[in-house]
Nanobody, 118 residues
Framework: VQLQASGGGLVQAGGSLRLSCAAS????????MGWYRQVPGKQRELVAL???????YYADSVQGRFTISRDNAKNTVYLQMNSLKPEDTAVYHC?????????????WGQGTLVTVSS
């Protein structure tokens, strides 16, 4: 599985951005896709997940502001980020997880930087 992320940039607080993550390769094996973010010196944290069945999960810090969605025809997952805050500034990483009954494997795209100015 290969992941190509895009869409980061600089935005003012209160603004919006949309991140995209295009998957290629063994796409049918992917069970869950998601976005994580990381600030220098801190651990990578989960932002949002979407399962192959369309179920979603959001971190409390982004609930109600961010929306994760997928376009199966384009093999792409999106993260719509609204009402952005300076604390949303981070490198955002796309993730795909394949799972079996006994193990799982994670794939990562390159990070895309989101900077929110106050």
């Amino acid at each position: 599985v290969q992941l190509q992320a895009s869409g980061g940039g600089l935005v003012q607080a209160g603004g919006s951005l949309r991140l995209s993550c295009a998957a290629s390769g063994s796409i049918s094996s992917i069970n869950v896709m998601g976005w994580y973010r990381q600030v220098p010196g801190k651990q990578r944290e989960l932002v949002a997940l979407i399962s192959s069945g369309g179920s979603t999960y959001y971190a409390d810090s982004v609930q109600g502001r961010f929306t994760i969605s997928r376009d199966n025809a384009k093999n792409t997952v999106y993260l719509q980020m609204n009402s952005l805050k300076p604390e949303d500034t981070a490198v955002y990483h796309c993730n795909a997880r394949t799972m079996t009954t006994i193990t799982h494997r994670d794939y990562w795209g390159q990070g895309t930087l989101v900077t929110v100015s106050s």
